[in-house]
């Protein structure tokens, strides 16, 4: 190395390195700030009302705050359809800054946007990683939580359960058997007052162990089922992580809301558990005909696992939605007499003193009119949520970035004067007596389209036998005020307060 380069060099080393320094500092800066901002609006929809906060909180939070504060109050649906009313069909709930850490959340009402998501662009408009990690430890690999082809192998299996032959044979017996159980219940009380909403919520239970798993579940004998508060907590957490940060930390530190959900998890799976070793041997018996046994019995080899996640989604399809949609309609019949004595007269006159038969279940359209009325208002299913798995923008006009949270709001849809009219909050069954049938993305309350309820025809068979018997054999008043029974906030739309009647045998 010659003397010259030696000297450069050693110029160089004693030069003031600082404003160097201190430029790559400010390009970095400059860089990760674009970063931060280009993936701040990224995230966000545009063309929709949005939703946030005034001032420092708006900035911070966006509209979470005033959500949870809905959650809190029993007033999250309510909430959100007046909302709907003023601020238009389709809200972008912004959350300031915590934006990096929850996926956007749009909330429509719009029947075209609906059926885009439904309909048109189905294979877009998926379960998605954000619904798939919130509900992984309830609802595992079952139906509710997947998509592609894991989703398609169920739906054809489980499809096979709802034969006319299956429904005569099996299904009706069970619906039938048990419906009888609670008129016995009811009429063997001593208590002044019972809780209806958990009856027919052991109603449901006990017909789907049957039905979905050969199980006796016997929650109808013996209320003190271990199933039943963890499936209710577990239920609320499916929601509430939607608008909970961090959630999967605080999980993880057994803290707020998530204190006790692994405890409740475990509980749930390890009950499941116990109902699919028990089936496994007896595949030979009728126990073999129901839908996990048809599953063991399609020659797949299914893991225990996944086994576990089937029972757990049976139940939540079949136990809950059903349970909720007659204490509803029962709450609803209550309140309207004139309702009550229509549906007494249509029994009698189909029935008269004869027991309640399936073939003639069909004729009950008052009763069906009525049921169909509750669930308009009342849906058992608020709030679907789909993922855009690309960037997608809706009829109206909303754009969504990948990976946005879309839910429609079926709870609003119900109550939307656009759709249904100036009466739309109105109790009122005979708007669907000669109606022409209702668009199904108008009135999703079943969902529509490839992913339509698989329940929908068990449901109506259900809800119709127990409405009518517990007509024909029960008269109910509400033992509190009409505004003490209050919704839960969960993913499907319980009674957080129960429903507290006198019974009266007639
Ligand atoms: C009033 C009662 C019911 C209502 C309102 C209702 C509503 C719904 C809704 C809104 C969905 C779509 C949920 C989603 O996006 O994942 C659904 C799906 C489903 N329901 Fe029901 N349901 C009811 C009863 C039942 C019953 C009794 C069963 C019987 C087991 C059942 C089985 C299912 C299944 C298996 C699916 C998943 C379908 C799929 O993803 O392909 N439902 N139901």
Redesign the pocket.
Same mark, same amino acid.
């Given at each position: 190395m010659s003397s010259a380069t030696c000297a450069l060099r050693s110029q160089m080393g004693q030069m003031d390195k600082t404003p160097l320094f201190g430029l790559g500092i400010s390009i970095a800066c400059m860089v990760v700030s674009a970063i931060v901002v280009k993936q701040y609006f990224s995230k966000m929809p545009t063309g929709c009302a949005f939703v946030t906060q005034p001032g420092l909180v708006g900035l911070l939070l966006g509209a979470l705050p005033e959500m949870w504060k809905y959650i809190l109050r029993y007033e999250a649906h309510s909430g959100l359809a007046e909302y709907h009313e003023q601020e238009g069909d389709t809200l972008y709930f912004d959350f300031g800054l915590l934006r990096y850490f929850m996926p956007a959340v749009v909330i429509t009402r719009d029947p075209r946007n609906v059926k885009y998501m439904l309909k048109t662009k189905f294979d877009s408009f998926v /379960?998605g990683v954000t619904f798939h990690t919130i509900g992984l430890d309830l609802l595992g690999d079952g139906? %509710?939580n997947v998509d592609g082809d894991l989703?398609f192998k169920q739906?054809k299996t $489980?499809s096979q359960m709802f034969t006319a032959n299956r429904f005569k044979q099996h299904i009706w017996k069970v619906v039938r058997k048990n419906c009888d159980k609670v008129i016995s219940l009811l009429r063997a009380s001593q208590e002044p007052t019972v809780d209806i909403f958990n009856v027919l919520n052991r109603f449901t239970l006990d017909s789907?162990g049957e039905i979905?798993f050969g199980t006796d579940i016997g929650s109808l004998e013996n209320p003190e089922s271990p199933f039943l508060g963890s499936f209710d907590a577990a239920q609320r957490l499916m929601f509430i992580r939607f608008v909970l940060p961090c959630w999967r930390l605080l999980r993880f530190l057994g803290l707020g809301p998530e204190r006790h959900s692994r405890h409740h998890m475990q509980k749930l799976r390890e009950y499941s558990r116990q109902i699919v070793v028990r089936l496994s041997s007896s595949l030979d018996t009728p126990a073999g005909d129901s %839908?996990v046994g048809l599953f063991m019995k399609s020659g797949s080899n299914y893991s225990v696992e996944f086994l576990v996640d089937l029972v757990l989604? %049976?139940i939540i $399809?079949?136990r809950d939605?059903?349970a909720q $949609?007659m204490s509803w309609c029962l709450f609803l019949i209550m309140q309207h007499p004139e309702v009550e004595e229509r549906i007494l007269q249509e029994v009698q006159s189909v029935f008269g003193d004869q027991p309640i038969t399936y073939d003639q279940l069909f004729q009950l359209t008052y009763t069906e009119a009525v049921l169909r009325e509750s =669930?308009r208002l009342y849906? @058992?299913?608020p709030m679907?949520p789909k993922c855009p798995s690309e960037p997608e923008t809706l009829p109206d006009g909303t754009f969504v970035p990948r990976g946005t949270s879309v839910f429609y709001n @079926?709870y609003a849809m119900g109550r939307s004067t656009n759709i249904w009219g100036a009466d739309a909050l109105e109790f009122r069954p005979d708007r669907w007596l000669n109606a022409e049938p209702k668009d199904p993305y108008e009135y999703?309350? %079943?969902?529509a389209g490839p992913? +339509?309820? =698989?329940? /929908?025809r =068990?449901?109506m068979v +259900?809800?119709k036998t127990v409405v009518a018997s517990l007509i024909k054999h029960v008269k109910l008043r509400l033992a509190v005020p009409v505004d003490a029974v209050l919704p839960d906030t969960a993913a499907t739309l319980g009674m957080s307060s129960g429903l507290r009647c006198y019974v009266e045998m007639r």
């Open positions: /379960k139906i %509710f989703w739906r $489980a789907i979905g %839908f989604n %049976f $399809a079949g939605t059903t $949609a =669930l849906p @058992s299913v679907d @079926s999703p309350v %079943f969902h992913r +339509e309820c =698989l329940g /929908k =068990l449901a +259900e809800m």
